[in-house]
Structure formats: structure tokens, C-alpha cells
């Protein structure tokens, strides 16, 4: 991988983000490849990176952009992607950001409560426009991911309810400046079986059934993102199962005829091509535990301490051959700011560079300047 290619790192101020263009444009490839002849659209959840570089190699895939904020959706533009292969949610869309979506005229809004609809609507008809819309529906499917990243359960902020949605269906046919384009799910993030995806797609296809029977029928069903991707072993499966992954809705939905099938995909497409290189400040012993010190910290990659998340880590220029178990954390004033417990390394000295894989997705896009730090760099490879 790319990362035997970093031979010169230690020459690159550190910390900074490295991204294998090559692997990101194997990983589109098989995407592309796999919904081919199938009437399913890709979106890419642009939160999971929005990197100027990285959206424009995806934009050239030839895929969507699914935005989160009136920010994110003039970042796509920039980047290339077409408004009319746009979707934008999220729960708290401000009148200006409904705004910059209506005046580029993006596909669809994913709507998550009447009265975001009612303010669509207004801000739509003010301008004279119509506004696609979906309906987010939360199925109450629990996707036994991480807690902070399910989305789908009923005791969550997303979504519609299921007992209230034939509420929101009628309200989103009744205003004039809306077009309802379908039904939007989203039930979380990092899902590693394939299970949930098989119960979405019976509840889809229930919903189909059952709307059907009153004589509404949808253009787009939006499945949403959510398949997760290896972060014990990515240089052994450096791509997602994406072929596993289509399969169960080429299986398991009953499409109309004409009907589409869109996809959010964040993760799976940008996290191994993603990697946080840092160089080791200090090697601590502190007679219990051995501490690799990093310049890197949950500033720059903030998802073990948010989430707990493990990230693979290699040391990259270590000329040992034997190992030793190490915390690895990095400089901030915070107990949290630890990216490895236990964690089996080269032995390893100070100014030794190490790579923090897997990093590619919510990585950089969630970095911050706390302890007014610098934003971490970034850097490509091919
Ligand atoms: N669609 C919606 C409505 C979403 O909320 C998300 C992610 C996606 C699509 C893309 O999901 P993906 O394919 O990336 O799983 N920061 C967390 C992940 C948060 C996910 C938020 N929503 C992490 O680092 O694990």
C-alpha cells in the first residue's frame, strides 16, 4: 500500500493526513462496478471527508454528493458535482442553508419533521421553485453499532416515527412547492453484518406495499450509508464488501417499475484510503506502562476518544525487530486523548514516524483547533 511508498516521510512536517488516491479510485471503480445495470444511484456522504482533492476524485467517479449543511452543499458544487444528483439532511436545516439548496435546485431534501416540511415549502414558493423532498423515516431497526452512530431506533432524534408518517406523506403531497420523491432511511454508521440491511429492505418493501395500496407510489427509495469497513485488518481487505453488501438489495427489494434506489455511502468509500502520519514526540516509561507520545492527537483524529474506536498503527520507521506493548496517545490536556491501549508496536524511540490507519473517513472532516492547534495537513499519493 501506499504507505511503503512514504519512504521520505520523516522529511513532511507532521501531523498530517496521507490519502492513496490509488486505492480511492480502486475503491469507486468497484462501487461503479457493482451497481451496474441496476437502477441504484450512489451518493457519497460528503461529512465522512470533504477534502477539496478527495471530493474531486469522487466527483470525476461520476457519483452524488449526500450534504449535511448549506456549507457542504456549496463544497460539492465547487468540487464539480451536479445539484440535480444532490441529497441534503440532517435535523436542524437553517433557513439560509434551505436556502442554498433551493437556489441550486438539488434533488431532494431529506425532511425529518413537519415543520421543516412547512418551511421548505415557504421558502420554495417565495422564490417560485419547487423543492424535491424525502421523507425520512426511522424503521426502528437497530443496527448494534456504537451507540452514538445508531440512528434508526425510535428513541432518536432522526426521522419520522412509523405510526406518524402517513401524516407527513399526506402533508408533503399537499404543499404546493414540494415534489415528494420518496422515502429516505439511514439506520447508522460502521455496520459490519448484513442482517439490518436485510430487515430494511423488508421494511421498504412493506412501506411499498402499503402505499401502494393508497395510490402513492415513490420515484427514489434512499437507503441510506452505513456499511462498515475493517480497521483490524485493512491491508487485508482494503475495500468494503460492497458486492455483499448491493446483493442484499438486489435480493431483498421489490422495486416498481422505474423506481430508483439511492445509496449515502461515507465510510466505506474514504476510510482506507486515509491514513494520519505522526511522529513520536516522546517514548515515556513510567514503570507500569510504556507511553508513545505522539504530535498527532484527538484534534486531529478525534474517533477513539469520542467513540472508543480502535485504528490500526504501524511505526513506520522503526529499524527494530522486536516489539513492545505501549499506550499510544497524543499531546492534548485530556485523559481521553489516547488512540491505543496495549498496543503491540516495533520498538519504538522518539522521532519515529507512525501511521494511524483507517483514518481516511470522519478523520480529517472531524478535526479541531482545540489547545489552538493547527489543523492537520494533507498530502496525496498515487
Ligand atoms: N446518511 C446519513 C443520513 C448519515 O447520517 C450518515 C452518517 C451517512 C449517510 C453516511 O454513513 P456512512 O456510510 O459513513 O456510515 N463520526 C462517526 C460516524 C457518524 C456517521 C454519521 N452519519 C464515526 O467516526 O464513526
Do not use: W
Request: glycine residues 8%; aromatic residues 8%; charged residues 20%.
Amino acid at each position: 500500500m501506499h504507505l511503503k511508498s512514504l519512504s521520505n516521510v520523516a522529511m513532511h512536517e507532521t501531523p498530517f493526513y496521507s490519502y492513496d488516491m490509488a486505492l480511492l479510485r480502486r475503491t469507486l471503480a468497484v462501487v461503479n462496478r457493482e451497481i451496474e445495470g441496476y437502477p441504484f444511484v450512489v451518493h457519497y456522504a460528503v461529512k465522512a471527508n470533504g477534502n477539496p482533492v478527495i471530493l474531486s476524485e469522487i466527483q470525476k467517479s461520476g457519483i452524488g454528493a449526500d450534504l449535511v449543511s448549506g456549507n457542504e452543499i456549496l463544497a460539492a458544487i465547487k468540487a464539480g458535482f451536479n445539484p440535480g444528483n444532490m441529497a441534503y439532511a440532517g435535523v436542524g436545516k437553517t433557513d439560509r442553508e434551505i436556502e442554498i439548496g433551493i437556489d441550486n435546485d438539488i434533488y431532494c431534501f431529506n425532511v425529518e419533521s413537519e415543520p421543516e416540511m412547512e418551511v421548505i415549502n415557504e421558502i420554495a414558493a417565495r422564490k417560485g421553485k419547487m423543492a424535491g423532498v424525502a421523507i425520512r423515516v426511522n424503521p426502528n431497526i437497530d443496527a448494534h453499532t456504537h451507540r452514538y452512530i445508531t440512528t434508526g431506533t425510535s428513541v432518536n432524534k432522526f426521522g419520522i416515527d412509523l405510526h406518524m408518517l402517513d401524516r407527513v406523506v399526506d402533508l408533503a403531497i399537499k404543499l404546493p412547492n414540494l415534489h415528494l420523491r420518496g422515502l429516505h432511511f439511514h439506520i447508522g454508521s460502521q455496520i459490519t453484518t448484513l442482517e439490518p440491511f436485510r430487515l430494511l429492505c423488508e421494511k421498504i418493501n412493506q412501506l411499498l406495499d402499503y402505499y401502494e395500496a393508497r395510490g402513492i407510489s415513490f420515484e427514489m427509495i434512499d437507503a441510506g450509508g452505513g456499511l462498515g469497513v475493517d480497521y483490524e485488518n485493512p491491508e487485508a481487505n482494503p475495500i468494503a464488501p460492497f458486492h455483499d453488501f448491493f446483493q442484499v438489495f438486489k435480493d431483498g427489494l421489490k422495486l416498481r417499475h422505474g423506481q430508483k434506489v439511492h445509496f449515502e455511502l461515507g465510510r466505506s468509500i474514504v476510510a482506507q484510503c486515509g491514513a494520519l502520519i505522526s511522529k513520536v514526540v516522546f517514548v515515556k516509561d513510567n514503570s507500569v506502562k510504556k507511553f508513545v507520545i505522539l504530535d498527532a492527537g484527538m484534534t486531529d483524529l478525534l474517533r477513539p476518544a469520542l467513540y472508543d474506536s480502535h485504528h490500526k498503527i504501524v511505526n513506520l520507521t522503526s529499524q527494530a525487530t522486536e516489539t513492545d506493548v505501549y499506550d499510544v496517545v497524543g499531546p492534548i490536556c485530556e485523559s481521553s486523548d489516547v488512540f491505543a491501549t496495549d498496543e503491540r508496536l516495533l520498538v519504538t524511540r522518539r522521532g519515529d514516524v507512525i501511521a494511524i490507519l483507517s483514518a481516511g473517513a470522519y478523520g480529517e472532516s472531524m478535526s479541531s483547533t482545540y489547545n489552538m492547534r493547527s489543523l492537520p495537513q494533507s498530502r496525496f499519493f498515487d
